[in-house]
C-alpha cells in the first residue's frame, strides 16, 4: 500500500500546530515561568524559540520529507546503521511523554464536565475544598477513568488515518483553540485586575536571569524543545507524509509564530484571572493552575461557563497534540513491521495507558517523567539529531531544504553552520546543566 500523504499544505500546517500548542503552552508554560522568575524568563525562552527552535525544526522537516520514514526508519537511511539508535531513543520518548500526557490530558476533560454538573463554586469558599478537588480529580479511579478516555480518542483519530483522522480532526480543532483563546484573552481585558495582571507578566527582572542562569537556561531549552514538539520525531513523522515539495522555512515560520504567540496570549489569560480572584502566581508546579484557576472561576464573573470553556479548549489543545505522538509510534510499527494502522493504533494506545497508570496512583510519578523526559530526554535527543544532521547528513540536508525554496545565496550552507556549532553548543550545555 502506497504511504498515505496529507491532502492539503494547510492540513501539514494545521496538524503541526495541533502537534506544537497543547499543554506545553497552556499548563506547563505558566507554571514554570512562574517557577523560574516570570517575565525574565520568557525572554530567554524566547530567544531560544527563535535561536535554536526554528532551525531544529528544520532539522526534523527535512529528515522526514527526504526520506518519507518514522525516525528509526529515516535515520537508518540517511546515517548507519547505528544512527537508528537515535530513532528508538524518539520511540521510547513519546511512549514516556504520551502516558503522563494523557492523564494530565485528563485532568482537563474532568474540570470540563465538572463546570457543566457543578461549577467551580466549591472552591471558592475555602482554598482547601479547591486542593481536596484537585485531589479527587488527579488520582484514584477519576483519574484513571479519564486517562482512559483520553486515550480512546486519541487512538481513534490515529486509527482513521493521515487525512480522514489527523486532517480532518485539526481542521476543527485548531481554529477552535485559536478562536476561544482570543475569547478568553478579550474577557481577561475587562477584569478589572488586569492592568495589574499584565504588569506582572510583562516586566522582566534582569537580576533575576544572572542569578539563577543554571537553572533558566535547562528550563528554557526543556520548554522551547516540548512546546515545538522536538526532541522524539513528531516533526519528523509529520513531514514524511508530506508528498510534495514546497517551502519548508515557510512551513516552520507559520508553526513557530503561532505556537509562540499561542504560549505568550495564554498569560493574557491566565494571569488576569488569578489576580482578579486576588491570587498571586506562585510556584506550587503541576498541580497549581488547577487548584487556583478553580478558585478564580468562582469568583469572576460568569466564572462558571468562561471556566468551562477554558478547560474544554485545553482538552482539545492536548488531543491535538497527543494524537501526534501516538502517530510516530504508530508509523514505526506500520513502517518498520508492516502492521495496519488499526492494529497499531489500538495496540499502542493500550501500551500507553498501562504506563500512564501510576501517575493516576501518585503525582511523584508526573513530576518524575515529566522533568526526566522534559530536561534530559528531549534534549538529548535534539542534541543527537542536530549532531547528525549537522555533521553527518548535512549535505542531504542542505540539498533537501533547498527544494522549493531555492539556494538563495547560501540560505542552506548558514543554516547547516548554525545548526552545526550554535544550536549544538547550546543545547550541549543546556543538557549538562540539566543532568547535574
Ligand atoms: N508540543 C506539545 C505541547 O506544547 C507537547 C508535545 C511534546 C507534543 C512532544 C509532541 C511531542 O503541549
Ligand atoms: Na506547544
Redesign the pocket.
Known sequence: MARETWATRVGFILAAVG???????????PFITGQEGGSAFLLVYLAFIALIGFPALLVEFVVGRRTELNPVGALQELGSGAWRYVGYLFVA??FI??SY?SVVAGWFLRYTVIGVTDGYAAGAADPEAAEALFGSVATGLDSLLFHALFMVLVVAIIAAGIRSGIEVAVKVMVPAIIVLLIGLAAYGFTLDASAEAYAYYLSPDFGVIAENWTSILPAAAGQA????????G?MITYASYLGEDRNLAEDAGIIVGL?TAIAVIVGFVVFPFLFAAGLTPGDGGAGEIFVSLTAAFAEIPAGRVIGTVFFAMVGI??LS??I??LE?LASYLMDEFGVDRVPAAAGLGVAVFVLGVPVTVDLVFLDLLDLFADSIL?VLGALLLALFVGWVASDAAREELEIGIGDLGGLGEAWIWVVRIPVVVVVAVSLYLGVV
Not at 524543545?225 to 522524539?232: E, I, P, Q, V, Y
Open positions: 502537534s506544537a500548542v497543547g499543554l506545553g503552552n497552556i499548563w506547563r508554560f520518548t513519546g511523554i504520551l500526557y524543545f516540548f512546546t515545538l514538539s522536538l526532541g522524539m513528531v505556537d489543545a492536548a497534540s497527543a501526534s505522538i510516530v528531549l
